[in-house]
T-cell receptor, first 117, second 112 residues
Framework: GAVVSQHPSRVICKSGTSVKIECRSL??????MFWYRQFPKQSLMLMAT?????????EQGVEKDKFLINHASLTLSTLTVTSAHPEDSSFYIC?????????????FGPGTRLTVT | DAKTTQPTSMDCAEGRAANLPCNHS???????VYWYRQIHSQGPQYIIH???NNETNEMASLIITEDRKSSTLILPHATLRDTAVYYC?????????????FGTGTRLQVTL
């Protein structure tokens, strides 16, 4: 089955630093990848939609200069949290849509837990 | 995307069928019904999807009412590993309306 990986699985960083999270589709090509954020005991919130080779589309209220998204290839998208602050601590999850599957399914990564101290 | 309404939580005895309802009364003609689940601290897992016919796969069955305003996910023989939050989502197949918007879901607790 289709597998999406994320790296790292956990990261702790100091306030003011930047953190990069990678999302890879391991056995399929993904023209579209999505980035979600999930706070404790809450549902997933879509942050942005990333299409290979073009700029990401951000949801309302998500700062595009703070959450930089790069979808440089059909198997890799990255999310960089710039100048991280404690309120950015959250569970970040990516998903990818298989370009050959008829767009029915999104496959989700295992998530990255970010803690900003 | 159309909004969905699900019960906040449900319990089910292991080995019994778990029936999870979802209301989506404002669903559009081009929107599918998707079900995902999220086990604690993991990414969501796709379960099943449908448009208007009932669907079955190795994980579950999906029953969609004739008017498409509600659906039921059926786990035929629930196990402890099925304990998770189950999300019912309606979404179009293509274009900007194809985003998956997660609601609060139903927390299913499977017990011995």
């Amino acid at each position: 089955g289709a597998v999406v990986s994320q790296h790292p699985s956990r990261v702790i960083c100091k306030s003011g630093t930047s953190v990069k999270i990678e999302c890879r589709s391991l056995d399929f090509q993904a023209t579209t990848m999505f980035w979600y954020r999930q706070f404790p005991k809450q549902s997933l919130m879509l942050m942005a939609t990333s299409n290979e080779g073009s700029k990401a589309t951000y949801e309302q209220g998500v700062e595009k200069d703070k959450f930089l998204i790069n979808h440089a290839s059909l198997t890799l998208s990255t999310l960089t949290v710039t100048s991280a602050h404690p309120e950015d601590s959250s569970f970040y999850i990516c998903s990818a849509r298989d370009r050959t599957s008829g767009f029915y399914e999104q496959y989700f990564g295992p998530g990255t837990r970010l803690t900003v101290t | 995307d159309a909004k969905t309404t699900q019960p906040t939580s449900m319990d089910c005895a292991e080995g019994r069928a778990a029936n999870l309802p979802c209301n989506h009364s404002t669903i559009s003609g081009n929107e599918y019904v998707y079900w995902y689940r999220q086990i604690h601290s993991q990414g969501p897992q796709y379960i099943i999807h449908g448009l208007k016919n009932n669907e079955t796969n190795e994980m579950a069955s999906l029953i969609i009412t004739e008017d498409r305003k509600s659906s039921t996910l059926i786990l035929p023989h629930a196990t402890l590993r099925d304990t998770a939050v189950y999300y019912c989502i309606v979404s179009a197949l293509y274009g900007t309306a194809s985003k998956l918007t997660f609601g609060t879901g139903t927390r299913l607790q499977v017990t011995l």
